[in-house]
């Protein structure tokens, strides 16, 4: 067995030292590994092909998902699983894992569970693992991105919170799988797993593994409506607030922004000039190194 880790370096300001950890947990033991660390954006998705490229079996990203993203993009199809060492903001795709969010427990798990395959989806040929959208959150996002200085969870609430107060939605027209729909929304996403990241439970019904992306929409209505069902959103029942919330699941699913637009893929945003976005699936696409999830979790 042989792993290869790539470290977002600002991930480690938050974490302590991650390479003098990983080098304490495997000392003595006898496992082939190496350490990177990354420079810049996408940097982590040369590093992992090189890593797949040089026969190492596990290629571990230590960050966000946004680090996680690009670390996984080169395996898809790849007999190289994918480890995580949840380091970021929200860490969605780690809590659709279900792995520990404490650094050692993850550590740990990589040399005591087993790969299994996940889905993968695509936005016009750019893979995503957990999440994609066009509305609020994408705005949030590349707000988010661009910050320069103090990250966390904190600083994209502000953002989030200062967004939602003067985001005027513009008309959407969604197809799933040929079925149309006119939308007016806050929210337009489309989720391969249930979280969002955060611990935001967006779409209770998705499983990383079913072979079928999730659309889900949330509706412009006032503030105490929205912050009512904050509750629900963390709980996993937003799918009980049909009052704002729509949801539909489809192997295909199609956005038509009328315009130049933001989106974003597991928190990563990226714009479309058209403001046109095709997502498809991948199942069954990478393999994972994570806790077998329990009957409960499904």
Known sequence: MSYFFIINPNAGRRYGNIRERIERFFSGRKLKFEIEFTRQREH???LSSRAAMNGFSR???AGGDGTIREAAIPLIGKSAALGILPCGSGNGLARNLYIPLDFDTALEGLVKWEPRKVDAGLADGRPF?????AGLDAEVAHDFNSLSGRRGILP??????RRVLAYQPAPVTVSIDGVRMELLALVNAVLNGVQYGGGARMAPGAYLDDGLLDFVSVKK???PRLLAAVPALFGGS???RA???TTRQGKIIELDCAGGTWYHLDGEDFYSQDGKIKFTVLPSALNVIAPKPSLQDR
């Not at 693992?129 to 959208?133: D, E, K, P, T």
């Not at 994209?156 to 919170?161: G, Q």
């Open 44 to 46: 982590a998705s040369e």
């Open 59 to 61: 290629i571990v990203a």
């Open 129 to 133: 693992f957990c999440a994609a959208g």
């Open 156 to 161: 994209y609430v502000w953002h989030a919170a």
């Open 221 to 223: 209505t006032s503030l």
């Open 238 to 240: 937003l799918d009980k």
């Open 243 to 245: 009052d704002i919330y």
